[in-house]
T-cell receptor, first 114, second 114 residues
Framework: EPEVTQTPSHQVTQMGQEVILRCVPI?????FYWYRQILGQKVEFLVS????????KSEIFDDQFSVERPDGSNFTLKIRSTKLEDSAMYFC????????????FGNGTRLTVT | AQSVTQPDIHITVSEGASLELRCNYS??????LFWYVQSPGQGLQLLLK??????LVQGIKGFEAEFKRSQSSFNLRKPSVHWSDAAEYFC????????????FGGGTRVLVKP
């Protein structure tokens, strides 16, 4: 069964550094999402992406964050200057173009900012 | 704004016993409803979903859930748990009007005693 893949599984970075989290969505999916889960807290929506542009973003997704689909397969989340509070598990998800298709999640990237 | 409440943070159940996880939501219309499971170190796996129609839905791994509009609930059940069911379970709601993005509950961690 096709799946969403995320790399790396764990990323450690120093405060102020830029990080790029990578995702390969399921190949025929059209909608892409990033969520994050701070340890012990809820899974929170960050951003949705469709037709090569952001369709919605949350308050968390400020100017430090950006997303990109640089080619036909990858979907990346960039944090320009990481802060300690960015430490979390980041999940990528994708879904097909059918209206009620469910989100399929990757295994996540655990980001640790020191 | 939509919200999801999972009243039980932790549940401990004996292997072979039945399991019920509660989920209540607040939404202006009937949302799409989902249950996801997260095993340690893993991503979010879809257990089942409800969009419309029969209010009792069957999912993978022997799970089922029942949508009760009058109670704004979507409780997850399994008649007989297995040790491998130990995980964290998340209820989530979404809607076409919200771009199908999901709002998650806080999760319920299930521990299975031998």
């Amino acid at each position: 069964e096709p799946e969403v893949t995320q790399t790396p599984s764990h990323q450690v970075t120093q405060m102020g550094q830029e990080v790029i989290l990578r995702c390969v969505p399921i190949s025929n999916h059209l909608y892409f999402y990033w969520y994050r889960q701070i340890l012990g807290q809820k899974v929170e929506f960050l951003v949705s992406f469709y037709n090569n542009e952001i369709s919605e973003k949350s308050e968390i997704f400020d100017d430090q964050f950006s997303v990109e689909r640089p080619d036909g397969s990858n979907f990346t989340l960039k944090i320009r200057s990481t802060k300690l509070e960015d430490s979390a598990m980041y999940f990528c998800a994708s879904r097909a173009g059918v209206e009620n298709s469910p989100l399929h999640f990757g295994n996540g990237t655990r980001l640790t900012v020191t | 704004a939509q919200s999801v409440t999972q009243p039980d943070i932790h549940i401990t159940v004996s292997e072979g016993a039945s399991l019920e996880l509660r989920c209540n939501y607040s939404y202006g219309a009937t949302p799409y409803l989902f249950w996801y499971v997260q095993s340690p170190g893993q991503g979010l796996q879809l257990l089942l979903k409800y969009f419309s129609g029969d209010t009792l839905v069957q999912g993978i791994k022997g799970f089922e859930a029942e949508f009760k509009r009058s109670q704004s609930s979507f409780n997850l059940r399994k008649p007989s748990v297995h040790w491998s069911d130990a995980a964290e379970y998340f209820c989530a709601v979404g809607h076409r009007a919200a771009g199908n993005k999901l709002t998650f509950g806080g999760g319920t961690r299930v521990l299975v005693k031998p």
